[in-house]
């Protein structure tokens, strides 16, 4: 009786340590997902809008890529348009994004529905002139701005 006791207990340790294994395996997994480049563990640095090129357009259509060379980005980080410009993200990273506003009303792709990894696109049509500053809800370093001329 005491051998079948002794083999119950190591049997609920063996069971209890299989539980915490998994259990560890599905958070690095997760936290993997989170991450969306293979860098070298170092914290994302943020994109300043005067570090990349300022885009400039007449025409009534625009692209925005989201791209990831070491860290996420919009890229370009400004974009100048005139009024009735509808502009297009689209995510070439392999981690989800959202695209909005800073005040968060005057568009926004969802964060119940980001721009899907590969090839998700978002658009908008800018009516008002105006400067509309923006950011990734999932990434907040994630910052650009559309500037909207009359």
Do not use: E
């Not at 925005?64 to 990273?93: D, E, H, Q, R």
């Not at 002139?129 to 650009?144: D, S």
Request: proline share 6%.
């Amino acid at each position: 009786m005491r051998l079948n006791t002794h083999t119950a207990t190591q049997s609920k340790r063996r069971g209890g340590r299989a539980w915490f294994v998994l259990l560890a395996l599905v958070a690095m997994l997760l936290l993997a997902a989170c991450g969306g480049t293979t860098n070298t563990g170092t914290t994302p640095t943020p994109t300043q809008a005067g570090n990349t090129p300022t885009a400039t357009s007449s025409g009534s259509a625009m692209a925005v890529s989201i791209t990831s060379s070491g860290t996420f980005a919009f890229s370009p980080a400004t974009l100048t348009i005139k009024v009735g410009t509808t502009v297009t993200w689209t995510n070439t990273t392999g981690a989800p994004h959202t695209v909005t506003s800073d005040d968060s009303t005057t568009f926004d792709s969802g964060i119940n529905t980001p721009l899907s990894p590969n090839g998700g696109t978002f658009s908008h049509t800018f009516t008002k002139a105006g400067t509309y500053a923006y950011h990734c809800q999932i990434h907040p370093f994630m910052k650009a701005t559309i500037i909207v001329q009359p």
